[in-house]
């Protein structure tokens, strides 16, 4: 159970994936409130404070969501249809981070009301790079709204 704030919500099943995005935070100091999740069904019962997560507190909800399409259970793009359908959730900034550059599947993200789509680099340096600057933006410059 989570009881402590989150800055980064990272939504992504390929461990590899995983530690390069949490190694090039770590470079950058981003590392402080990370948290992973590795499915789109506990992704939905953490934000939406369900099942497992039931005791989060829901104000407590992240600054930044990192999100893959390729997800087991449910996937990415239905992830994303109901953190932006639900006003609870709405306002937080998504990211896609995914290896997919299928063109519908940028589109769909998009008209789901996505805030970023990127594409995996393969470059492990690219792929850092591209993880550090997304942290630097959306947690450091980024003025979201205060609710």
């Avoid at 992830?79 to 940028?106: C, G, M, Q």
Wanted: charged share 25%; aromatic share 8%.
């Amino acid at each position: 159970m989570i009881e402590t704030y989150v800055e980064i919500l990272l939504i992504e099943d390929n461990p590899n994936d995983v530690r390069l995005a949490l190694h090039a935070f770590k470079r950058n100091n981003l590392t402080n409130r990370i948290y992973v999740i590795r499915d789109g069904a506990e992704a939905l019962e953490f934000l939406f404070c369900t099942d497992r997560y039931a005791q989060r507190n829901p104000r407590n909800s992240p600054n930044l969501i990192l999100l893959d399409l390729k997800l087991p259970l449910i996937d990415g793009l239905e992830v994303l249809r109901r953190i932006k359908a639900d006003p609870r959730t709405r306002i937080i900034p998504v990211v896609i981070l995914t290896s997919s550059r299928e063109e519908r599947n940028i589109v769909e993200s998009y008209q789901l009301g996505v805030n970023s789509y990127i594409a995996k680099p393969v470059d492990f340096e690219q792929f850092v790079e591209a993880v550090r600057t997304l942290g630097l933006y959306w947690v450091l410059l980024n003025h979201p709204p205060i609710l």
